[in-house]
Nanobody, 114 residues
Framework: QVQLVESGGGLVQPGGPLRLSCLAS????????TGWYRQAPGKQRELVAT???????NYVDSVKGRFTISRDNAKNTVYLQMNSLQPEDTAIYYC????????WGQGTQVTVSS
């Protein structure tokens, strides 16, 4: 059984940075895709960024140039570095792993406000 645990959310001022972490445990077989999704109040969950087991990355247009997804295989951790955060980035951020099925973390709240 795969488990994902997110951390790093919080309150940040507009223009500020924040880094989210997703620690994965359990048996994971290549190939797989790890990603970050977010869900704002009253909105559907949307894809933010993904990274494949081969290192290929993909971003939603609204975060390109501001967010960076990366992975530390030795630590079984995927990161989402978020820079130049804006109020519209406020949401619960979820870590996702696609490996024969979808696995989800519990989510971490990101609030961008002055």
């Amino acid at each position: 059984q795969v488990q994902l645990v997110e951390s790093g959310g919080g309150l940040v001022q507009p223009g500020g940075p924040l880094r989210l972490s997703c620690l994965a445990s359990g048996r994971i077989f290549s190939p797989y895709v790890t990603g970050w999704y977010r869900q704002a109040p009253g909105k559907q969950r949307e894809l933010v960024a993904t990274i494949t087991s081969g290192g290929r990355t993909n971003y939603v247009d609204s975060v390109k140039g501001r967010f960076t997804i990366s992975r530390d295989n030795a630590k079984n951790t995927v990161y989402l570095q978020m820079n130049s955060l804006q109020p519209e980035d406020t949401a619960i951020y979820y870590c996702n792993l696609k490996n024969f099925r979808d696995y989800w973390g519990q989510g971490t709240q990101v609030t961008v406000s002055s």
